[in-house]
């Protein structure tokens, strides 16, 4: 367990290095403004992927994905999604006057192929192959870079050539994914009739889910960049990128806890909801750690990452939000293994408008953006609380009152 869950660390790692990566790279080729735009189409990336990953990928973890009817439904879900996803991202994004045409071309084409990848890393994580994950995460960055560093030598650095290196590592990652598959699971059935309502009845609350925290990071970006501009949101985005780790250590473990948790439904939610209560210490302790280091590091390490140093603010308003994050995912992860996903996404929508309402409030008060990543996470704490005192605990009695 220990191993695996290391590995889960591991390829969250080695997926928010790449990332990370990128994004150094955008910021000092293009600037505060290029890393404004391009971590608003980055965003726009994840929260496709989290959406497929929720719809698709949470139902292939927990459903029979073997059986024919159901792995029917979730091929044809995962083309079919990934495609809207693409044409519907680059559509959208024209008008609003951040990229051209051309831009939106490849930005649809990355979009698609950023939600396709994401679900072959879920399908290797349902068999607890986290370190075949970090894998395809680790080629999906050589791949980037290989492209990034011809656009280099060609003299031609530019928004297209990084949205283009995205597109084409997702590519390697989903070759080589293919190849670490295990033997049992590198099969495609017949596009039939498959059992869609089945997928899309457990699917349809994760993929709503998955989205509300994707979509809330990005309607602060666009929030910050209509009350102040391109510029803060490129601040406030160098401050998330600095303290990205911990981010990235809670979403492995959090993808470790949900896959443990739908393995094991049968040792009953009471047991499970201690090891919950114990998961979230591990994450508040590994967390409140990390800030110091960070918080420590950030006058020497901001400036050789950024040629300038994140705002201290910003960064210790993205440490607290990483820790209220903590508090919340795995009670979610248990509660939606259980099949309360409706529930905790009535939760979490409401703990989502009430972080984005705080948002607004004190931009338009005037409040400088460093403020909003703090106003996150009153929100993400109190979901996380009330998912544990309105599904958890309730679950939990009446499973003791049965025994």
Known sequence: MKRNAVGAVG???????????????????LGLDGLGTFSILYGVMVLVAGILTGFVGDSLVVLERRERTVRSALQQYAIGLSLIAGIVAAIVMIPTGLITPHQALWFGIAVGLFGLEELMRRLLMANVLFWRVAAIDLSAFLG??????????????????FLMAIAVGQVVAILLGIVLLPRAERFVVGFVRGDYRLVAAYGVWRSAQQFL???LLTVVRALVTVFVGLAATGLLETARVYVAPAMLVISGLTSFLFVSYARNKAAGVTSQLRRADRSVGILLGTTTLMSVVFLVALPFVGPLLFGTTPQLLAVIGWL??????????PYGALAAVGGRQALVFAIRVSDTLLSAIAVLVILALGVQPSFAPVALSVGSIAGGLAIRAFILRPEARREQAIR
Request: charged letters at 10%; hydrophobic letters at 55%; aromatic letters at 8%.
């Open 11 to 29: 390829a969250q790692g080695a997926q928010a290095f790449g990332s990370f990566f990128l994004q150094i790279l955008v910021v000092r080729s």
């Open 320 to 329: 607290a939000y990483a820790a209220s994050v903590s508090a919340v995912t």
């Open 144 to 161: 980037s870079l290989a492209v990034v560093g011809i656009g280099v030598l060609r003299h031609r650095i530019d928004l297209d050539l």
């Open 213 to 215: 925290r994707p979509g």
